[in-house]
């Protein structure tokens, strides 16, 4: 009997098991179970890391660095990418034969629209030099403004030195600042339309008759094995030196997340990603960053009144925020990761009355402002009377007022003369009296 109920507990935990299977990655994964060398996930709203595995190490990028080209040439556009990019033989054959291109001629040229196109789905070399030479003169000057753009994002160990990514030992970045980067592009709508599509076409040109059809190289947007549904996009790279690398903007619901593996082997920047993604999109929640009953800066300030060009102090009062701030935020998020700052001033005037805002305090994550909300009074207080001490209104009444003083003062001068004349004269008569009759006394003693 015993053991036919563990053969059917052992029965149903199998079924339960093919009918509701665990969600793969709904821990932490482990960052050594990842290929990739290095790997970064970041919170697009905040900027918050929430995972990290060797992610400020150098790593050689490959075609991951056109993410910085493209972001320049959407900065340069402004909106407009009607202008046409022409193609010098220099941007066109200083590259070498078998590397990703769309075969374009020298003098050929394409709008900035179909450039972006093509340097995004199809990873073509030839494209970005010829947008970088557009804009800045030559790939050379063009990957220093790179290098500098990214140093204003916050990039602190990246170095570019061409628009494409292909091998150079001085061109190098780590995957947090692609992260950054990424976060950065991702401000643009048309990035976002450029990053999501599957197929492009361009059509004829000056010198080519034929329409050129692209299809995006990442296979995290395309139906098949590796296709995700959170995932809006991102831009793949490969070389020799530096292995295969992904970056890669998802969202879910509100959540946005961004991942980069780099230095990994084909297939496997799609699972590691996956992986990622998984794990980041499960673990956020709702989080007080700022409770009313336990704030941080919760205390007292100074009450004062103008008086006379004077500042008198009438006291202190109890302030606090006027609600709780609450985010949706990653689990691995702490208090120490908070920032409340205060916009108080150093006293308040009177009157104040019990929930009047007296200044404002602000959350913030990392550089992420999160929100901000009032400082209010918890008691009142009224400003002091000053009626008693108060000047004359007008010369009438400080008339009357000293008419009446010197009134005052003949009526207290005419007592102290009066006191004067009548009081030492009855001290001498009451003395004298005394004296006798204590003679009196002592006589009718001894005569006894």
Do not use: W
Request: charged content about 25%.
């Amino acid at each position: 009997m015993k053991s036919k109920l563990i053969l059917k507990y052992f029965i149903f935990t199998l079924i339960l098991s093919v009918i509701v299977p665990a969600r793969a990655y709904a821990g932490e994964p482990d960052a050594g179970g990842l290929n990739a060398l290095s790997a970064c996930m970041i919170d697009v709203t905040t900027g918050f890391t929430i995972f990290n595995k060797d992610m400020r190490a150098p790593r050689y990028p490959a075609s991951i660095t056109k993410l910085m080209t493209v972001l320049l040439a959407l900065e340069y556009a402004g909106g407009d990418y009607t202008e046409r990019v022409v193609f010098s033989r220099d941007a066109v054959y200083s590259l070498p034969y078998d590397s990703s291109n769309i075969a374009m001629d020298a003098d050929e040229s394409l709008t900035f629209e179909q450039a972006l196109y093509a340097i995004m789905l199809a990873s073509a070399n030839e494209v970005a030099n010829a947008v970088a030479e557009h804009i800045a003169g030559s790939a050379e000057e063009f990957a220093k403004r790179m290098t500098e753009r990214a140093a204003e994002l916050g990039c602190r160990g990246t170095h570019f030195m061409n628009p494409h990514g292909l091998h150079d030992d001085m061109h190098y970045t780590t995957a947090y600042d692609m992260a950054l980067i990424m976060r950065e592009c991702v401000k643009h709508p048309f990035f976002l339309t450029l990053i999501s599509t599957v197929n492009y076409d361009i059509p004829p040109t000056e010198k080519r008759e034929e329409i050129r059809e692209m299809i995006n190289t990442n296979r995290l947007i395309r139906e098949g094995e590796y296709f995700n549904p959170d995932v809006v996009g991102g831009k793949t790279g490969f070389t020799d030196p530096a292995g295969h690398t992904l970056v890669t903007y998802a969202k879910r619901g509100d959540i946005e997340l961004i991942v980069c593996v780099m230095k990994n082997e084909r297939g496997m920047i799609y699972t590691d990603t996956t992986a990622l993604l998984e794990y980041g999109f499960n673990i956020f929640e709702t989080m007080v960053v700022l409770n009313r009953n336990s704030f941080f800066f919760r205390g007292t300030l100074p009450v004062v009144q103008n008086y006379r060009d004077e500042q008198v102090s009438l006291g202190l009062i109890k302030i606090a925020p006027a609600e709780d701030l609450s985010f949706y935020l990653p689990k691995n998020i702490t208090y120490n990761d908070v920032k409340q700052i205060p916009d108080l001033p150093g006293a308040v005037e009177a009157p104040v009355a019990s929930g009047q805002t007296v200044g404002t305090v602000a959350v913030y994550l990392n550089d992420y402002k999160l929100g901000e909300t009032d400082i209010v009074s918890l008691s009142d207080v009224l400003p002091a009377d000053p009626a008693d001490d108060e000047e004359p209104e007008n010369e009438e009444e400080a008339r009357s007022l000293y008419e009446n003083a010197l009134v005052l003062l003949s009526s207290v001068k005419t007592m102290m003369y009066i006191f004067a004349a009548t009081v030492p004269p009855l001290l001498i008569v009451r003395r004298v009296l005394a004296g006798r009759r204590r003679r009196r006394r002592i006589f009718r003693y001894y005569g006894k």
